[in-house]
């Protein structure tokens, strides 16, 4: 299949800063580009046309305005949301507001950044669009993708069943309790050995433990995947951020492994995917983004690098989706933009923290020794029990149906609990019936 001049000219601007880069693009990926044709003129009629005569873009307008029923505008019941800032199509890059606001505040989050470059974030879809736009660009048939033992499911469903990548695990967790750099080693290893390139995903805080890396264990998984790019091999590292911020001890690192891999090596590319979704608390709102960090190899400006690789992210959106929700984004970043969003998220951070905390004393209350080990957790919506006698699955259906509590079997013994969902008063109740619940399983 021939590939459009379009992209020619992307996976060319992208070959001339870091070819490394055009290596690890997918047949999708250097087949993408963003298209001109009507978007662009329509651009530029905006720019040129005499409002009155622009019949270029396919929305309606009345009187030079965007045209809208008031029934639906009276859902949104505020000054601060104009039918043309909600009810229009969104660019399929984003926002450009938005964009910029969620790029600043990359900055801000992680002071590590200060001094490097990275893309200005293209908006997605939620972060799972973001993993599924990710994996087009990316990701060939029977490429590798590295996860932990402990991982979100869906990840399965985009990139191995849709995809047809090739998953590889190792076990996250050490007997100690800790995670295991030794087992990330091997098996980063033992891939680069086999492949041509490597993908790695980094999910912290963790779905579905809850486990968030310490400082040591972030420079080891750092350095791990500098040393195999030194070695010869391409390296993508994704950081899967969705729970980013919502720490609750002093141990877990406070930035994302993003600040640390963007500007590791010429051969290691770093992909941020994180979003509104969860950071504050918007679920529905599906505002994902997906932004960029590598060196370019001769030295000089990545600008152009970044610009060609937002190019194909916004083009695959394009032949998606079209663009993420318009008012979604507007809602976000007039949030952001809001002078008591700090405080307001603070006070929801807080809440989190002291469900955390009692899930945390509750659980290892010594009375429940014979029932479960607990994993690691200090961050997050989850953690995750390793049950010592009975089955994940039949203890799910039986407390279901016998104490109307729903909690979520995720291996043969693992059983994870959203502490997101549930208030403080019902925390030793809930581990009460989910104790109850084993020894009547011990019974039968």
Same mark, same amino acid.
């Given at each position: 299949?021939?590939?459009?001049?379009? #992209?020619?000219?992307?996976?060319?601007?992208?070959?001339?800063?870091?070819?490394?880069?055009?290596?690890?693009?997918?047949?999708?990926? %250097?087949?993408?580009?963003?298209?001109? &044709?009507?978007?662009?003129?329509?651009?530029?009629?905006?720019?040129?046309?005499?409002?009155?005569?622009?019949?270029?873009?396919?929305?309606?307008?009345?009187?030079?305005?965007? !045209?809208?029923?008031?029934?639906? !505008?009276?859902?949104?019941?505020?000054?601060?949301?104009?039918?043309?800032?909600?009810?229009?199509? #969104?660019?399929?890059?984003?926002?450009?507001?938005?964009?910029?606001?969620?790029?600043?505040?990359?900055?801000?989050?992680?002071?590590?950044?200060?001094?490097?470059?990275?893309?200005?974030?293209?908006?997605?879809?939620?972060?799972?669009?973001?993993?599924?736009? /990710?994996?087009?660009?990316?990701?060939?048939?029977?490429?590798?993708?590295?996860?932990?033992?402990? !991982?979100?499911?869906?990840?399965?469903?985009?990139?191995?069943?849709?995809?047809?990548? %090739?998953?590889?695990?190792?076990?996250?967790?050490?007997?100690?309790? &800790?995670?295991?750099?030794?087992?990330? +080693?091997?098996?980063?290893? @033992?891939?680069?050995?086999?492949?041509?390139?490597?993908?790695? /995903?980094?999910?912290?805080?963790?779905?579905?433990?809850?486990?968030?890396?310490?400082?040591?264990?972030?420079?080891?998984?750092?350095?791990?995947?500098?040393?195999?790019?030194?070695? $010869?091999?391409?390296?993508?590292?994704?950081?899967?951020?969705?729970?980013?911020?919502?720490?609750?001890?002093?141990?877990?690192?406070?930035?994302?492994?993003?600040? %640390?891999?963007?500007?590791? @090596?010429?051969?290691?590319? #770093?992909?941020?995917?994180?979003?509104?979704? +969860?950071? !504050?608390?918007?679920?529905?709102?599906?505002?994902?983004?997906?932004?960029?960090?590598?060196?370019?190899?001769?030295? $000089?400006?990545? $600008?152009?690098?970044?610009?060609?690789?937002?190019?194909?992210?916004?083009?695959?959106?394009?032949?998606?989706?079209?663009?993420?929700? @318009?008012?979604?984004?507007?809602?976000?970043?007039?949030?952001?933009?809001?002078?008591?969003?700090?405080?307001?998220?603070?006070?929801?951070?807080?809440?989190?923290? &002291?469900?955390?905390?009692?899930?945390?004393?509750?659980?290892?209350?010594?009375?429940?020794?014979?029932?479960?080990?607990?994993?690691?957790?200090?961050?997050?919506?989850?953690?995750?029990?390793?049950?010592?006698?009975?089955?994940?699955?039949?203890?799910?259906?039986?407390?279901?149906?016998?104490? %109307?509590?729903?909690?979520? #079997?995720?291996?043969?013994?693992?059983?994870?609990?959203?502490?997101?969902?549930?208030?403080?008063?019902?925390?030793?109740?809930?581990?009460?019936?989910?104790?109850? $619940?084993?020894?009547?399983?011990?019974?039968?």
């Amino acid at each position: 299949m021939s590939i459009n001049p379009l #992209a020619q000219e992307l996976n060319a601007i992208i070959k001339n800063a870091n070819p490394h880069v055009t290596e690890m693009l997918s047949k999708t990926g %250097r087949r993408l580009f963003f298209p001109k &044709g009507i978007l662009s003129q329509s651009g530029e009629a905006k720019q040129k046309a005499d409002p009155g005569f622009n019949a270029t873009i396919g929305i309606a307008t009345e009187n030079l305005d965007t !045209m809208y029923l008031p029934s639906v !505008m009276s859902y949104l019941n505020t000054d601060a949301l104009r039918p043309s800032e909600t009810l229009t199509y #969104a660019s399929s890059f984003g926002v450009p507001e938005l964009r910029q606001a969620w790029k600043e505040a990359l900055y801000r989050k992680n002071p590590s950044l200060k001094g490097k470059s990275v893309s200005l974030p293209v908006a997605t879809n939620g972060i799972t669009h973001g993993i599924s736009v /990710f994996a087009d660009l990316f990701l060939d048939p029977d490429d590798v993708v590295i996860f932990p033992d402990k !991982m979100w499911g869906n990840n399965i469903m985009i990139m191995s069943v849709r995809g047809d990548a %090739r998953i590889s695990r190792f076990t996250m967790f050490t007997p100690s309790g &800790g995670f295991n750099l030794e087992g990330f +080693k091997t098996i980063i290893e @033992h891939e680069a050995q086999n492949n041509y390139k490597v993908v790695v /995903f980094l999910n912290f805080p963790n779905n579905p433990t809850g486990y968030t890396v310490n400082e040591p264990e972030a420079e080891g998984i750092v350095k791990i995947l500098c040393e195999v790019a030194e070695q $010869g091999t391409n390296v993508i590292a994704v950081t899967d951020d969705a729970y980013f911020g919502l720490r609750y001890e002093e141990a877990p690192i406070k930035e994302s492994l993003f600040a %640390r891999l963007c500007d590791c @090596h010429p051969r290691l590319l #770093a992909v941020k995917l994180d979003g509104a979704t +969860k950071e !504050m608390f918007v679920w529905g709102l599906r505002v994902g983004f997906v932004t960029y960090g590598i060196p370019v190899l001769r030295g $000089g400006d990545s $600008g152009p690098l970044y610009e060609a690789l937002e190019k194909k992210t916004a083009g695959n959106i394009r032949g998606t989706v079209s663009n993420a929700s @318009h008012l979604s984004q507007r809602i976000v970043l007039k949030t952001l933009q809001s002078d008591n969003f700090s405080r307001e998220r603070e006070e929801k951070v807080a809440l989190l923290k &002291g469900r955390a905390n009692r899930v945390k004393t509750v659980a290892e209350d010594s009375k429940y020794a014979d029932a479960w080990e607990i994993y690691p957790f200090n961050s997050g919506y989850f953690m995750c029990l390793k049950l010592k006698t009975v089955e994940a699955e039949a203890l799910r259906t039986h407390l279901l149906d016998t104490y %109307r509590v729903g909690l979520i #079997a995720t291996g043969d013994r693992d059983m994870r609990i959203a502490f997101s969902s549930v208030d403080e008063e019902n925390i030793d109740a809930l581990f009460e019936y989910l104790y109850k $619940g084993i020894k009547d399983l011990e019974g039968r």
